[in-house]
């Protein structure tokens, strides 16, 4: 069975600072996926990242999929309000069925 | 609008009384699965569909079934619901296994 450890499980920052976000497996994945989720609602894809070392931004938020694709980071720069919530790695392997989330990490900003 | 649809959003049953939950995607998808989310496990899988008529167990499959008929739509079948399957449900879709997901809204469900 493959894992996705997530760290730190709970973040609680103010608003401006920056934070990282880590996902750490001792499997290789394919493609790796970060989601956020809100209270009530499904999760919502942010980026996939299928390339050892691959690094995608997205505004504020810079993603990195490690070299040997078992590691992935997310990097929130001058956090605000509207980032909290729960955010979800997930590894999955092309053209497979299975795919594996770590536990989230739950993020506060605070104004 | 791109969606993945769930019904119904919430329900309280009894145990032993079958149900089904509704899942329908409008995005041509391949792929489609089946998660439950409980606090301090996180998602679990517990069915997906490469195609139409293919399906396959997730990690926690143990007292559901599933079918996939139509390409659109993936109904998750509880036969005999017992309490420790209340829990909030989510479908997934998307264009082939190993990509990016669409989730549905969730189906909050409770097992009295």
């Known amino acids: 069975t493959q894992l996705l450890e997530q760290s730190p499980q709970f973040l609680s920052i103010q608003e401006g600072e920056n934070l990282t976000v880590y996902c750490n497996s001792s499997s290789v994945f394919s493609s790796l996926q970060w989601y956020r989720q809100e209270p009530g609602e499904g999760p919502v894809l942010l980026v996939t990242v299928v390339t050892g070392g691959e690094v995608k931004k997205l505004k504020r938020l810079t993603f990195q999929f490690g070299d040997a694709r078992k590691d992935s980071s997310l990097h929130i720069t001058a956090a605000q309000p509207g980032d909290t919530g729960l955010y979800l790695c997930?590894?999955?392997?092309?053209?497979?069925?299975?795919?594996?989330f770590g536990d989230g990490t739950t993020l506060t900003v605070k104004p | 609008e791109a969606q993945v649809t769930q019904n119904p959003r919430y329900l309280i049953t009894v145990t032993g009384k079958k149900l089904t939950v509704t899942c329908s995607q409008n995005m041509n998808h391949e792929y489609m699965s089946w998660y439950r989310q409980d606090p301090g496990l996180g998602l679990r899988q517990i069915y997906y569909s490469m195609n139409v008529e293919v399906t396959d167990k997730g990690d926690v499959p143990e007292g559901y079934k599933v079918s996939r008929k139509e390409k659109r739509n993936f109904p998750l079948i509880l036969e005999s619901p017992s309490p420790n399957q209340t829990s909030l449900y989510f479908c997934?879709?998307?264009?082939?296994?190993?990509?990016?997901?669409?989730f549905g809204p969730g189906t909050r469900l409770t097992v009295l």
């Open positions: 997930a590894g999955a392997n092309t053209n497979a069925g299975k795919s594996t």
């Open positions: 997934a879709s998307s264009f082939r296994g190993g990509g990016g997901q669409f």
